[in-house]
C-alpha cells in the first residue's frame, strides 16, 4: 500500500476564433477566467443559460432545462459558465441578456414565448438588444394557415425582435429565434429539445468535453491532496469532488473532464491507482 506521499505522478494552445457575426453589434468579448489552465481554456467557448418563468422561481416546477441543456453544450465543446432563472419581467430580463451577451461566447434563453400575458421573452430580447419588434411576414402566414381556429393569436409569435433569425418549433406554435449570439428557445421542455437539436451544430465550438466518473468510499478529506495534485500535473483536465453521506457511510464521486482524451486517460489512471492504494 502506498501512503500519499509515495504515490508516483504522472505527468497542449488552440484559441478558438469567434465568428465575425458573434463579435457584431454588441462588442462581445471573452470573459478572462484566471481560475482555469489555458489548456483548457484553449478548447472551450463559454456559454450562458437564462430560464425565464416566475412557475420555476416558487418552485412549482423543476429546472429541467438548465440541466438538460448543460448537459448538451458540454458534449458541443462549450463551457457552461451561468445558469440563471429569471422571472417574467422585462427589465429583469433585459439586464441580464446585457450582460451575459457580453460575457459568454453563447447565451441560451428558454421560456416565456407563448400567447399568454407573463410571455415576455420576445419584448426582452428587444429591450437587450435595442430594437423594435417587427412582423415576420412569411412566419405569421405559415402560423396563421397552421392555427386556423384562432390565426391572429398565433401570429402574434411572429413578432420578433428585428434582425432575428427565426427558428422553426417542430413539436409546438411559438418560434424560436437566434439574435446575435442570443439562441430563444420555447420553454415546454420537448419542444425545447427538439429545437435545440435543430440548431446544435451550429454551436460547436471544439472538441467535446468528455468526462471520467468514479464513486468511491471515503471522505474528501481523505483525497483532497491527490485532487490537488491530479489538477496540477494534469493542467489539461478539470477536477471535482463531490460527497455524499447514508447508510452506508461517507462516499465521494470524482469527476474529471477534458476537451483532450489523451490527458483525461492519463489524469483518470492517475487518480484511480491513487485513491485505490493509498493507505
Known sequence: ??????????????????????RGGLGIRRLERSNLHPAILAEMSTAAIL???????????????????????????????????????????????????????????????GGTPDDLTREAVAAAFAVEQVEYAEVAAELRARFERNPEYAARWA??????????????GAPGFVLQNVYVLPGLPAEMEAMYNTVEDEL?????IGS?????????????????????DHPGVQVGSYPSFGAGGPHVEVVLKSTDPDALDAAAAYLAYAIENIS
Not at 425582435?161 to 427558428?167: N, Y
Not at 468514479?214 to 495534485?229: F, H, N, P, W
Open 159 to 172: 413578432l420578433l425582435p428585428e434582425g432575428s433569425r427565426p427558428l422553426a418549433n417542430p413539436l409546438g
Open 204 to 208: 460547436r465550438a471544439g472538441p467535446p
Open 51 to 113: 430560464t425565464i418563468g416566475n412557475e420555476l422561481l416558487a418552485g412549482d416546477f423543476e429546472n429541467t432545462n438548465g440541466s438538460w441543456l448543460a448537459r448538451r453544450l458540454e458534449t458541443a465543446g462549450a463551457d457552461v459558465r451561468l445558469i440563471v432563472v429569471l422571472p417574467d419581467e422585462i427589465q429583469e430580463i433585459a439586464r441580464m441578456l446585457r450582460e451575459q451577451a457580453e460575457r459568454a461566447d453563447l447565451v441560451l434563453v428558454t421560456g416565456g414565448l
Open 1 to 22: 500500500m502506498l501512503t500519499v506521499g509515495e504515490i508516483p505522478r504522472r505527468h497542449h494552445d488552440r484559441r478558438l476564433q469567434r465568428s465575425r457575426e458573434l
Open 212 to 232: 471520467w466518473r468514479r464513486t468511491y468510499r471515503t471522505t474528501e478529506s481523505r483525497i483532497a491532496v491527490l485532487l490537488a495534485r491530479t489538477a496540477s
